[in-house]
């Protein structure tokens, strides 16, 4: 599970909220001295050398003010789904409190032509229709019934997997609380979702930085070592 993903224009890398404050004066270190602007809905670093760094903010005037504001535990629902599975949940600090996992078979693709490959197809799709018809109904059982208690929902697997269960009328709630993100994950499972439950803690930080490039920048800003 990569916890650095390509966004237009630069990368996003995933920081503990502990660790926001060491991350920044490690950027500082690596690309000069910089400006931090606070504003309402997000913290904006600029370099000497032209590099920024953006993350949002959940309330705060000043850096110290938004770290202590973002380490506070929130209670998260999580939705991780890839085509035959997915795993549902709630966590508070990181934790998960309830949770559904669950597998159907999806066969694969294959290449052979014919009407062999057309009947597959058609039993792929409906395999494919069970395993997110039963995704969406243990989100609405999960979740749902939780949505006041939320202070947001965190995303992960595979985006045309949730896109269905966005067209899913009662998960509309859910969906509204979601984050932008949409966390990398393998074949979810318990133990996928008590990892997703930890990174749902993270800072997501945008970097954009036209002169670094290599895996020793992402290296660098992901703030490794700390």
Do not use: Y
């Amino acid at each position: 599970m990569s916890r650095v993903r390509p966004v237009p224009g630069g990368r996003a890398v995933e920081v503990e909220p502990e660790r926001v404050e060491g991350w920044i004066a490690r950027f500082a270190e690596r690309h000069g001295p910089v400006d931090v602007s606070v504003a309402e809905a997000e913290v904006v670093i600029t370099a000497e050398d032209g590099a920024t760094a953006t993350f949002p903010t959940r309330g705060g005037t000043s850096v110290h003010e938004v770290v202590e504001k973002l380490t506070e535990p929130r209670r998260i629902g999580l939705v991780l789904v890839r085509l035959g599975g997915h795993s549902v949940g709630v966590a508070f600090g990181g934790q998960v409190e309830v949770s559904a996992t669950d597998r159907k078979q999806v066969h694969g693709r294959i290449r052979a032509g014919g009407w062999s490959q057309q009947r597959f197809a058609r039993r792929r799709e409906g395999q494919a229709r069970v395993a997110l018809q039963a995704a969406a109904d243990d989100v609405a059982r999960v979740l749902v019934p939780r949505l006041a208690e939320l202070d947001g929902v965190v995303l992960g697997g595979d985006w045309q997997a949730l896109d269905v269960l966005r067209n899913d009328r009662r998960l509309s709630g859910v969906f509204s609380k979601a984050e932008d993100r949409v966390l990398d994950v393998p074949e979810p499972r318990r133990t996928v979702l008590d990892e997703a439950a930890r990174r749902a803690r993270c800072v997501e930080i945008v970097i954009q930085d036209t002169r670094a490039t290599g895996p020793g920048a992402d290296r660098m800003d992901t703030g490794e070592g700390a």
